[in-house]
């Protein structure tokens, strides 16, 4: 059976063809056009949460009208399945189509592919999409392909999805790559030949500084090593040293074309055989020893935790991990310290699991979510406040995916907060968008004595305002509850940047609060501390006269 739809955007059915205007951001509109100067082929860089969803189906509804009399067949490709559902939303909620039209193809459902719109999962449309795209083309149809998070599409498993390429007849298949960092393994060889081109790039800078992801706070927290991982670190460190410079005896160009791609460069030594193919393999095995002792540091389970008790009960926050073994033990340390609010996702889970997961996190039953690589890419939950990297590896792409996943923007545009973890005087890099420019305030965890099992987390300057503040506070009569109260929201501000802000800014936003019930007491406070040390920050001479209104 042919299934037959006449498109039309939500609210207003219109002729085949016939889209309603809808506002575009200026990013989308200039991409649109180079897409059709390109042939209606190409991969667009586009920052996460930045509108790449709607691109593409604005991209679709304008294709579908430069084709009169033929019905397009739009064919999604997304890595997970929790993106596939995502489309299928967007799509039924962008054209006001039931969606029951809207295909899905994954391990555990496959709708017949005789319909408009097809949403299919990587890993089970590799062998099939193939198939089902020369079908449409044989019956006439032409074929708009999406491929969402474009960089995935170039390994070799993967790239069977392009397998239908030599037998398309030429202009029945458009393409439209999506991807916040779309240069990666065999783009290409494999990713442009078969989508087309990189012809547009829209990054996060870019989309903050436009306001159409959400502004952000980055921090950089140090966190130590304990004795012992100081010491295995060091060890790790000079047997590095010395196959390097066996591997520089093997193979003496290794290292003139600079490190970029070190793992995949010693892989392809490896693979080659011979004296230099020992060395990178022991050099490889070197530099995985010492990453898991960096990985695996117990301080970056306590300052999560930390960060945890920190963060108010209403901020919604991710916990990033690179092993399943540190978001298991986060995970507990979190449903110890708040019972039935923490929620965790990982490979290793049952769908059915990963799946209650995120329903739970996302309707707020739970405030946290420990993950591990699962959720780097698609997941949209955009009233994510926080995004903790307990641990990272050093690729570009892994950290611009995760910086996406809580910059979509909410109402009142309020700054999101990025929390990134690293060892000081390692190879870890010290920070999280080294280059970017990017403003980052500079924390780290004071651990306490012995087994290393608390700690604090600390600001050279922030601290030194706080006591500043807390020492006029006494000076100036203040009860000892009023100074305790104040010390509890220096605790909650050391995480928060909101000590930057001007003094009269913080003015105002304490006159919003004039007025209001018990329910903001906690709030008044927090800001009154603020005031006390922004003023403190601008003039540390001058006599400030601290306005003390705690309740």
Same mark, same amino acid.
């Given at each position: ?175 439209? +790559?999506?991807? &916040?960092?779309?240069?990666?393994? %065999?783009? =290409? ?8 081109? #990189?012809? @547009? ?71 080659? +055989?011979?004296? &230099?193919?020992?060395?990178?393999? %022991?050099? =490889? ?8 002792? #960096?990985? @695996? ?255």
């Amino acid at each position: 059976m042919v299934r037959l739809f006449i498109w039309q955007r939500k609210g207003k059915a219109l002729p085949c063809g016939l889209m309603a205007e809808k506002t575009l951001y200026r990013w989308q509109q200039d991409c649109l056009r180079l897409w059709f100067e390109n042939g209606c082929r190409g991969v667009a860089g586009v920052a996460t949460g930045a509108g790449k969803t709607h691109l593409a189906l604005e991209a679709a509804a304008r294709l579908q009208e430069s084709l009169p009399g033929k019905t397009l067949r739009v064919r999604i490709i997304v890595p997970q399945v929790f993106l596939a559902h995502q489309w299928k939303s967007e799509i039924a909620s962008f054209y006001g189509m039931p969606e029951r039209e809207i295909g899905l193809w994954f391990g555990g459902r496959k709708d017949t592919p005789d319909r408009p719109f097809m949403v299919y999962v990587l890993n089970s449309a590799r062998y099939c999409v193939s198939r089902h795209i020369l079908t449409d083309i044989q019956a006439g149809n032409p074929v708009f392909l999406v491929c969402d998070e474009a960089h995935h599409f170039g390994s070799r498993e993967n790239a069977h999805v392009f397998d239908f390429v030599p037998k398309a007849t030429e202009g029945s298949v458009y393409s439209l +790559g999506l991807s &916040a960092t779309p240069e990666s393994e %065999r783009f =290409k060889d494999v990713i442009a030949p078969a989508v087309g081109p #990189l012809f @547009f790039r829209y990054g996060i800078e870019e989309a903050t500084r436009h306001s159409i992801t959400a502004p952000y706070k980055l921090f950089h927290v140090a966190v130590p090593f304990s004795g012992e991982e100081q010491s295995e670190y060091d060890i790790l460190s000079d047997r590095i040293a010395w196959a390097e410079a066996a591997l520089r005896r093997a193979c003496p160009n290794f290292f003139s074309n600079g490190l970029a791609d070190y793992i995949r460069k010693l892989d392809q030594l490896i693979r080659g +055989g011979g004296k &230099a193919a020992d060395a990178a393999a %022991r050099l =490889k095995r070197l530099y995985f020893q010492r990453k898991r002792i #960096l990985v @695996f540091a117990e301080s970056r389970v306590v300052c999560g935790l930390e960060l945890g008790r920190l963060l108010t009960a209403e901020c919604k926050t991710i916990f990033f991990t690179e092993r399943i073994a540190t978001a298991n033990r986060l995970h507990e340390g979190l449903s110890t310290l708040f019972p039935g609010k923490a929620g965790l996702y990982h490979s290793a889970m049952h769908p059915l699991q990963k799946s209650l997961s995120l329903e739970r996190y996302r309707e707020g039953r739970t405030r946290m979510l420990v993950c591990c690589r699962a959720l780097d890419e698609g997941l949209n939950v955009p009233d994510t406040e926080a995004a903790v990297v307990i641990s990272s590896s050093a690729g570009e792409l892994q950290r611009i995916q995760r910086i996406g996943r809580v910059l979509r923007k909410t109402p009142g545009n309020i700054p999101k907060r990025i929390f990134y973890l690293y060892v000081p005087t390692t190879a870890e890099s010290p920070e999280y968008l080294p280059g970017s420019g990017a403003y980052a305030e500079k924390l780290y965890l004071d651990m306490g004595p012995g087994d290393m099992a608390s700690g604090a987390i600390r600001c050279l300057e922030y601290d030194r305002l706080a006591g500043l503040v807390t020492g006029r506070l006494v000076e100036n009569g203040a009860s000892e509850k009023q100074v305790s109260s104040a010390k509890s929201q220096i605790d909650r501000g050391r995480i928060a940047a909101d000590w930057h802000l001007p003094s009269g800014e913080i003015e105002e936003r304490l006159k919003g609060l004039k007025g209001l019930k018990h329910a903001a007491s906690t709030e008044k406070n927090y800001w009154t501390t603020m005031l006390l040390l922004a003023r403190a920050r601008e003039s540390i001479e001058d006599d400030f006269s601290p306005i003390v209104d705690y309740n």
